[in-house]
């Protein structure tokens, strides 16, 4: 019983710390590939629930053949990340405009960061465990 719980511990670590690697491939290779701009906070989106109100930051931003486009990122906060009218680096993939990043820390490694924390004790959890039960 269980070394079937610790085997899905550890499992589920491989599987997180793989789905980790793959997000950091993806944002590497927008890096290498994708075009670098500056986009403008133009507006704020307000969610408002019982837990209080965030903001969702909408970027404006021009490709190279000066089309305007918008973007509206995923991630709410409290209080906002950024003030409208702020000016803010981006990259975003040129054969898909809606695959924007802003460059950041944690703009570009949020994801895997997260999942890595996720992952890292359960590897060491179920693999401790197992490496005792068997070796």
Request: net charge positive.
């Amino acid at each position: 019983m269980w070394i079937l719980l610790y085997s899905f511990f550890f499992a589920l670590g491989c599987f997180l710390m793989y789905s980790a690697y793959t997000q950091y491939q993806k944002t590497e290779l927008l890096l290498e590939k994708g075009v670098r701009t500056t986009a403008t906070v133009k507006e704020l989106l307000v969610s408002s629930s019982s837990d209080g109100t965030t903001y969702a930051p909408v970027f404006e931003f021009k490709d190279r053949q000066r089309n305007i486009h918008s973007y509206t990122s995923k991630i709410y906060s409290s209080p906002p990340a950024y003030d409208i009218g702020e000016k803010v680096k981006i990259v975003y993939s040129p054969k898909d405009k809606q695959n924007v990043k802003t460059i950041s820390f944690w703009g570009l490694y949020r994801g895997m960061v997260i999942l890595g924390m996720i992952a890292s004790p359960l590897l060491v959890i179920g693999g401790c465990y197992l490496w005792y039960i068997y070796f």
